[in-house]
């Protein structure tokens, strides 16, 4: 069985750094590519980028760029997603994907970790 | 490409047929849109991927289809588990991935 378990829900402070994790298991996990997607409260869906584990290539979507950095340790199976400085804008559920064989659609999904940055 | 789902929010009572829409700024391709449900407090699940295929153990009562610019979702037969969110989603073979802005489908 596919699983994407992510790490637990954060509280942080402007300014401050993040790092959150997403591990695959029930598959061959550097074989496909990983996704980040973000939901804002109450919102809809904004795809973040992407990583392909094998050999950690990665993309952002543009509105993300320089925003944040997605990396992997395919040696225990795990995505990553971290910001240097976090905003009160980050607030979020940030959920990973994989992608199906064919790139197209998000497949399977993790459980989603709230990102909640305060003053 | 920008996809606009209508209606916003679609009130029906269960055992009810579902149709929702979703619209592409230029015409897409079929291979490359697919729909997704997404419970509150959960995260989205795949339902339809290639405009019309059913994911795996999605029930038969949901079936997408459509081209070009206009593709639809159709839920026959409404159960209470069918109350949610669903967005379309559209990949341009180019590493970008564009979600619709979803429709709510509630209880009536």
């Known amino acids: 069985e596919v699983q994407l378990v992510q790490s637990a829900a954060e509280v942080k402070k402007p300014g401050e750094s993040l790092k959150i994790s997403c591990q695959g298991s029930g598959y061959t996990f550097t074989n496909y590519w990983i996704a980040w997607v973000r939901q804002m409260p109450g919102k809809g869906l904004d795809w973040m980028g992407i990583?392909?584990?094998?050999?950690?290539?990665?993309t952002y979507s543009p509105s993300f760029q320089d925003q944040v950095t997605i990396s992997a340790d395919k040696s225990i199976s795990t995505a990553y997603l971290q910001w240097t400085s976090l905003k009160a804008s980050d607030t979020a559920m940030y959920f990973c994907a994989r992608l199906s064989g064919s790139m197209a659609d998000f497949e399977y999904w993790g459980q989603g970790t709230l990102v909640t940055v305060s003053s | 490409i920008v996809l606009t789902q209508s209606p916003g929010t679609l009130s029906l009572s269960p055992g009810e047929r579902g149709t929702l829409s979703c619209r592409a700024s230029?015409?897409?391709?079929?291979?490359?849109l697919a729909w997704y449900q997404q419970k509150p407090g959960q995260a989205p699940r795949l339902l339809i991927y290639g405009a019309s295929s059913r994911a795996t153990g999605i029930a038969d009562r949901f079936s997408g289809g459509g081209s070009g610019t206009d593709f639809t979702l159709t839920i026959n037969r409404l159960e209470p588990e069918d109350f949610a969110v669903y967005y379309c989603?559209?990949?341009?073979?180019?590493?970008?991935?564009?979600f619709g802005q979803g429709t709510k489908v509630e209880i009536k």
């Open positions: 230029q015409s897409v391709s079929s291979s490359y």
């Open positions: 989603q559209h990949y341009d073979s180019s590493f970008s991935w564009t």
């Open positions: 990583i392909y584990a094998d050999d950690s290539y990665t």
